[in-house]
């Protein structure tokens, strides 16, 4: 039997590594206390860093995955997620969450001085789970079966 979507199985394994080993960095950075994490600007900029790289690699797979298979062509980097939402990729009450990383990495990137290092640390104690949701989805999304 066929998988139903095509896909570069190496690329999407890079992609895979990177994202499991930003989530292992975050995971740690999750440990500290709210106080240790603030007061150190180099465990801060590394929850960011690793924030980027892996929402980056979330968008990358999915990129890769509507290229390979002439998916509709995403409007940025939120419409990504939309688009493998509406090919059965991920549940609709899903998006949200997804959309609302996509905009957060736009913010990481382009205002950068406007972050709140509490944001992080919050997005670190109650959002890294929707990146270890996404790798599920993704997973199954890509086990279908013609």
């Given at each position: 039997m066929?998988?139903?979507?095509?896909?570069?199985?190496?690329?999407?394994?890079?992609?895979?590594?990177?994202?499991?080993?930003?989530?292992?960095?975050?995971?740690?950075?999750?440990?500290?206390?709210?106080?240790?994490?603030l007061?150190?600007?180099?465990?801060?900029?590394?929850?960011?860093?690793?924030?980027?790289?892996?929402?980056?690699?979330?968008?990358?797979?999915?990129?890769?995955?509507?290229?390979?298979?002439?998916?509709?062509?995403?409007?940025?980097?939120?419409?990504?997620?939309?688009?493998?939402?509406?090919?059965?990729?991920?549940?609709?009450?899903?998006?949200?969450?997804?959309?609302?990383?996509?905009?957060?990495?736009?913010?990481?990137?382009?205002?950068?001085?406007?972050?709140?290092?509490?944001?992080?640390?919050?997005?670190?104690?109650?959002?890294?789970?929707?990146?270890?949701k996404?790798?599920?989805?993704?997973?199954?999304?890509?086990?279908?079966?013609?």
């Open positions: 066929k998988y139903k979507y095509k896909y570069n199985p190496d690329k999407i394994r890079k992609l895979f590594s990177e994202l499991f080993n930003a989530l292992d960095k975050l995971r740690e950075l999750a440990n500290l206390s709210k106080d240790e994490f007061r150190d600007v180099h465990k801060v900029a590394s929850a960011k860093y690793h924030l980027l790289i892996a929402i980056e690699a979330s968008i990358d797979m999915c990129n890769h995955v509507i290229a390979q298979n002439k998916l509709r062509t995403p409007e940025d980097y939120a419409d990504t997620f939309r688009v493998l939402q509406e090919v059965g990729a991920f549940p609709k009450d899903f998006l949200p969450k997804l959309i609302e990383m996509a905009r957060f990495r736009n913010r990481l990137v382009h205002i950068y001085w406007e972050v709140d290092n509490e944001v992080i640390y919050q997005i670190l104690k109650e959002d890294i789970s929707d990146l270890e996404f790798t599920g989805y993704f997973t199954e999304f890509l086990k279908k079966k013609v």
